[in-house]
């Protein structure tokens, strides 16, 4: 896999580069240059096993640590730390390989798998991680009645069943390709603490990975300890990690330049100049994208040309230029450009006002007005703006609506909207085309409500291609899937605009072996504090 990035070095090399970006790069591989300990850091890498890592956290702690269950972007990236799944997905490479089991799962044949358990597991309160405990784990999130929003990425497997003490069978539904990315979804948890009390579980977590949880006070900090038995691959290498929850941007920065913090997520893009004189600033291409999606049972938003005009209408340049600063790529497809499955869709949306009157020509739409629906999170509001002048360029009439996430969707799941702008990003659950799609397209909440697509002939085209694609593999899987990325650019039903590039900050001084991830989130998996 191949990382965009743009990085700018900081801490005692800060006088060459002050006030200014690197130009962008692509990495012939997925490490960057803070892969390498002695990378600036000082004291030929050598660890302090004794220090705490001190992190700066963007978002706001809601919800339930609880893996079958997590889905807030703090309690997903310290579940990266605090649990394991058989197979996981490296942050920052985005590779998978053997966490909890000891190695890959062994194929017995096209529908059947064993794994063994990592010899000497355990849970971070001293029980033995058994075979018992990863069938429970499975089958928890498998049970449609949990409500888990995980069930669709795990649906291929039929049976999960305990050969012996520590090894399980996986039987599958069908040979399916992707195991080996689907596996991690699935967090092994301690099925005694969990069938106690689910809900204290949720709340004090226990997992096998390296790093314990202390305790997690909302709008002040989440403290992590060394889990000392820990014996897989990510042993910790720090004592413990202050993760700050620092919601203000400007006090995050102001953290990350006084030295406060060690690392920081989302670098406000106005900050990345002025914070490189203090910190290593790198931004890498992620797959998070701003998307717009319509209402299709509202006319005109059930012809495609009028989807399709709104998209040629915008100057996608001056958008990412002046609202962005330049940390984003135009969408070219579903998939960004540097993943390993991507394919240029069908449809390019390039900004092109004159088609865009056609379209909305040919559609029979003259005095179009709308009322474009957005949320409040920083960089969308900046964008906004930008998107209705493009749009009132070309005689579509905007009105702008911004409000919190959680206002706005009330509004679309009512149906009371017409066009929404929104960001998001699945990709701290996997990086499979087929996964990434399902997030929009499954059979869930976006087809069935938000964009009313779901009864729609080529909808259940789509269907019927996502479901061959996980069956196949090699290059007849990849075809399947450009067929479904030329259908999702043509029917521009909720459709990319761009993917954003995340800005992150670390003092390369500090810490040794810390790597920005191209997805929400801080990893300080094989991250260690200098010694001094």
């Given at each position: 896999?191949?990382?965009?990035?743009?990085?700018?070095?900081?801490?005692?090399?800060?006088?060459?580069?002050?006030?200014?970006?690197?130009?962008?790069?692509?990495?012939?591989?997925?490490?960057?240059?803070?892969?390498?300990?002695?990378?600036?850091?000082?004291?030929?890498?050598?660890?302090?096993?004794?220090?705490?890592?001190?992190?700066?956290?963007?978002?706001?702690?809601?919800?339930?640590?609880?893996?079958?269950?997590?889905?807030?972007?703090?309690?997903?990236?310290?579940?990266?730390?605090?649990?394991?799944?058989?197979?996981?997905?490296?942050?920052?490479?985005?590779?998978?390989?053997?966490?909890?089991?000891?190695?890959?799962?062994?194929?017995?044949?096209?529908?059947?798998?064993?794994?063994?358990?990592?010899?000497?597991?355990?849970?971070?309160?001293?029980?033995?991680?058994?075979?018992?405990?990863?069938?429970?784990?499975?089958?928890?999130?498998?049970?449609?009645?949990?409500?888990?929003?995980?069930?669709?990425?795990?649906?291929?497997?039929?049976?999960?069943?305990?050969?012996?003490?520590?090894?399980?069978?996986?039987?599958?539904?069908?040979?399916?390709?992707?195991?080996?990315?689907?596996?991690?979804?699935?967090?092994?948890?301690?099925?005694?603490?969990?069938?106690?009390?689910?809900?204290?579980?949720?709340?004090?977590?226990?997992?096998?990975?390296?790093?314990?949880?202390?305790?997690?006070?909302?709008?002040?900090?989440?403290?992590?300890?060394?889990?000392?038995?820990?014996?897989?691959?990510?042993?910790?290498?720090?004592?413990?990690?202050?993760?700050?929850?620092?919601?203000?941007?400007?006090?995050?920065?102001?953290?990350?330049?006084?030295?406060?913090?060690?690392?920081?997520?989302?670098?406000?893009?106005?900050?990345?100049?002025?914070?490189?004189?203090?910190?290593?600033?790198?931004?890498?291409?992620?797959?998070?994208l701003l998307f717009m999606m319509f209402n299709t049972k509202a006319e005109?938003?059930?012809?495609?040309?009028?989807?399709?005009?709104?998209?040629?209408?915008?100057?996608?340049?001056?958008?990412?230029?002046?609202?962005?600063?330049?940390?984003?790529?135009?969408?070219?497809?579903?998939?960004?450009?540097?993943?390993?499955?991507?394919?240029?869709?069908?449809?390019?949306?390039?900004?092109?006002?004159?088609?865009?009157?056609?379209?909305?020509?040919?559609?029979?739409?003259?005095?179009?007005?709308?009322?474009?629906?957005?949320?409040?999170?920083?960089?969308?509001?900046?964008?906004?703006?930008?998107?209705?002048?493009?749009?009132?360029?070309?005689?579509?009439?905007?009105?702008?609506?911004?409000?919190?996430?959680?206002?706005?969707?009330?509004?679309?799941?009512?149906?009371?909207?017409?066009?929404?702008?929104?960001?998001?990003?699945?990709?701290?659950?996997?990086?499979?085309?087929?996964?990434?799609?399902?997030?929009?397209?499954?059979?869930?909440?976006?087809?069935?409500?938000?964009?009313?697509?779901?009864?729609?002939?080529?909808?259940?085209?789509?269907?019927?291609?996502?479901?061959?694609?996980?069956?196949?593999?090699?290059?007849?899987?990849?075809?399947?899937?450009?067929?479904?990325?030329?259908?999702?650019?043509?029917?521009?039903?909720?459709?990319?605009?761009?993917?954003?590039?995340?800005?992150?900050?670390?003092?390369?001084?500090?810490?040794?072996?810390?790597?920005?991830?191209?997805?929400?989130?801080?990893?300080?998996?094989?991250?260690?504090?200098?010694?001094?």
């Amino acid at each position: 896999m191949n990382r965009n990035i743009t990085r700018t070095r900081g801490g005692r090399l800060a006088t060459a580069v002050a006030g200014t970006v690197a130009a962008a790069i692509v990495l012939a591989g997925c490490g960057g240059a803070g892969a390498n300990p002695s990378d600036g850091a000082g004291a030929n890498g050598e660890v302090d096993p004794d220090a705490i890592i001190e992190a700066g956290i963007s978002y706001t702690l809601n919800g339930s640590f609880d893996p079958m269950i997590a889905s807030g972007a703090v309690t997903v990236s310290a579940n990266w730390h605090i649990f394991e799944g058989l197979v996981d997905l490296d942050p920052v490479t985005q590779k998978a390989a053997p966490a909890l089991a000891a190695d890959l799962p062994k194929k017995v044949d096209d529908t059947t798998y064993e794994i063994d358990i990592r010899e000497g597991a355990t849970f971070q309160n001293g029980d033995p991680v058994t075979s018992d405990d990863v069938v429970f784990s499975y089958e928890r999130v498998l049970d449609p009645a949990n409500n888990s929003l995980f069930l669709s990425y795990v649906d291929f497997i039929d049976t999960v069943t305990a050969v012996d003490e520590d090894t399980v069978q996986i039987t599958t539904d069908f040979p399916f390709s992707l195991i080996n990315d689907r596996l991690g979804v699935v967090k092994i948890v301690p099925k005694a603490l969990v069938e106690e009390d689910p809900e204290a579980f949720g709340a004090n977590p226990v997992g096998s990975g390296p790093y314990a949880l202390v305790s997690a006070v909302p709008e002040d900090k989440l403290v992590f300890e060394r889990y000392d038995d820990y014996n897989g691959p990510h042993p910790a290498l720090a004592a413990g990690m202050n993760w700050n929850l620092l919601s203000d941007p400007s006090a995050r920065v102001t953290a990350m330049q006084s030295g406060t913090i060690q690392a920081m997520e989302d670098v406000p893009y106005i900050d990345v100049d002025s914070l490189a004189s203090a910190a290593d600033v790198e931004s890498v291409q992620s797959f998070g994208l701003l998307f717009m999606m319509f209402n299709t049972k509202a006319e005109p938003f059930d012809d495609p040309r009028v989807r399709q005009a709104l998209f040629y209408a915008l100057d996608m340049d001056k958008i990412i230029e002046t609202g962005m600063l330049g940390n984003a790529t135009a969408a070219t497809s579903f998939l960004p450009e540097d993943y390993p499955n991507y394919h240029e869709a069908s449809t390019v949306y390039t900004y092109d006002p004159e088609k865009a009157k056609e379209l909305l020509d040919e559609a029979g739409v003259s005095d179009l007005a709308i009322t474009l629906n957005t949320t409040d999170t920083g960089w969308v509001k900046e964008v906004a703006p930008l998107i209705k002048e493009s749009l009132d360029a070309v005689g579509i009439s905007t009105t702008l609506d911004i409000a919190q996430s959680a206002a706005m969707y009330e509004k679309v799941d009512s149906g009371d909207y017409t066009v929404a702008v929104a960001p998001g990003d699945p990709s701290v659950f996997g990086v499979d085309p087929d996964l990434l799609m399902n997030w929009w397209y499954g059979d869930n909440v976006w087809p069935n409500t938000r964009t009313a697509w779901a009864d729609s002939p080529e909808y259940a085209e789509l269907t019927a291609l996502m479901d061959a694609a996980v069956q196949q593999e090699g290059d007849e899987q990849q075809e399947t899937w450009n067929q479904a990325f030329d259908l999702l650019s043509e029917q521009a039903v909720l459709y990319p605009l761009f993917h954003r590039k995340l800005p992150t900050a670390w003092s390369s001084q500090q810490l040794v072996g810390f790597e920005p991830v191209p997805t929400t989130g801080l990893s300080f998996l094989d991250v260690g504090v200098v010694a001094q």
